[in-house]
């Protein structure tokens, strides 16, 4: 084997040590002395590898978090970009890491590591080097990812072998000491998951049924005796204050139980991504407050806005977006609103924050890691920050996050 190969070998080697913990979980493995230890070898491998195989490691790291994303291309009528948007993920990635390859010295691409930590290329978030261990035995503050690189790169700065690795000891500080106290809402929520593809989830044949099903769990919540049910984003799809007759229908159901369900919103010729909570024959309306790059808006100068929307999707990516967060108060008790993407943002978690109701769309990227992914992260959000996340989804996802 030739030294170009093995350096390629090594580069991927260190991507699937730095993605294992995704695909742990996704197989339903929970072991939290395997992700501390591939956790580690992965950082420690990014500190000490060649720089081509710093390069491979990036480009491939990118490839098994996000070789998803072109999946939701095909139901905006552009499937063909998928593979083109997968490869331009691990070369965003292999850019993104590239830093790392300024230099051979492991305490100085540390220091690169933990800047990168800070920094959201194209507004996307998902690419967080503390999420390797929020099921471990190491934290995910700040703090903690520097101990880690600390006790992993000083190391190379020792010259004397006895005391080389003393510097593992600092590993110490970087151990999982608790989190803020999580707490279960004072209600009795039902968290509804519906199996509607996306390519029928629009279909105009389906509006009946689809609003038949969300009014039969209604009153399957009713008789079980829940005080809220949660449905998923856009559960009803179309713009529901366009539906007089329909918000009739929810206001009355609403003397009964609580009801949140994810809709659009067209409001002075603007859309929205909403979610509406019905209760007591009155209802509230949450806009979205982040949008997804390139699914709701193009993360671009605005010259280039308006023609990647009107050539690749088909003007759909034209949301507008809330001023603030905005919180429900269901029965006396304070919820944050979130819809989808925005719940893995930290702007959600501001504040007075206990707990947040979430929803989401998953069927525009299954049969794929991107639920798993995204619980890892509402995981992370939830336990940094002390809130039980109450998550309603479409096809995969739903359920208490603490």
């Not at 006895?162 to 590993?171: A, Q, R």
């Amino acid at each position: 084997m030739n030294t170009f190969t093995k350096k390629i070998l090594l580069g991927i080697t260190t991507a699937a040590f730095f993605s294992a913990f995704i695909y742990f979980a996704y197989f339903g493995i929970t072991n939290k002395f395997l992700n501390t230890l591939f956790g580690l070898f992965a950082i420690a491998l990014l500190l000490y590898i060649p720089k081509k195989s710093l390069l491979i490691a990036g480009f491939f790291i990118g490839l098994f978090w996000f070789y998803w994303i072109g999946f939701s291309f095909k139901y905006q009528g552009v499937g063909y970009m998928a593979p083109i948007v997968t490869l331009g993920f691990g070369i965003l990635y292999l850019l993104f890491f590239a830093p790392l390859a300024l230099s051979n010295k492991p305490y100085i691409r540390a220091i690169l590591l933990f800047g990168l930590s800070f920094f959201e290329p194209l507004g996307w978030n998902w690419m967080k080097i503390e999420l390797l261990f929020v099921n471990s035995y190491i934290g995910v503050y700040k703090y903690q990812l520097i101990a880690v690189l600390l006790a992993l790169a000083l190391p190379a700065l020792i010259k004397n072998k006895n005391y080389k690795f003393i510097p593992l000891l600092l590993l110490i500080f970087s151990f999982n000491y608790g989190y803020p106290k999580q707490e279960n809402a004072p209600l009795k929520i039902k968290l509804v998951q519906t199996q509607i593809p996306q390519d029928q989830k629009w279909l105009e044949k389906r509006i009946y049924p689809t609003v038949f099903m969300i009014f039969k769990d209604i009153a399957m919540a009713v008789h079980n005796k829940y005080d809220v049910v949660v449905f998923p984003e856009s559960v009803f799809p179309l713009f529901l204050n366009e539906n007089p007759r329909l918000i009739k229908e929810l206001q009355k159901a609403s003397k009964k139980i609580t009801i949140v369900a994810g809709a659009l919103l067209h409001e002075n010729n603007l859309n929205y991504n909403v979610t509406y909570m019905f209760e007591n024959g009155k209802y509230k309306v949450a806009k979205k407050l982040i949008l997804v790059p390139f699914g709701e808006y193009i993360p671009l100068p605005k010259f280039a806005q308006k023609f990647i929307n009107d050539t690749f999707f088909s003007g759909a990516s034209d949301f507008v977006t809330a001023k603030k967060p905005t919180d429900f108060t269901i029965k006396g008790i304070k919820f944050r609103n979130a819809i989808c993407y925005e719940a893995t943002c930290k702007e959600l978690y501001k504040g007075d924050v206990k707990y947040m109701i979430a929803t989401s769309n998953n069927a525009w990227f299954t049969p794929s890691i991107e639920p798993t992914l995204q619980k890892l992260l509402l995981e992370y959000y939830a336990r940094k920050n002390g809130v039980t996340i109450y998550h309603a989804a479409n096809i995969s996802g739903t359920g208490v996050i603490k």
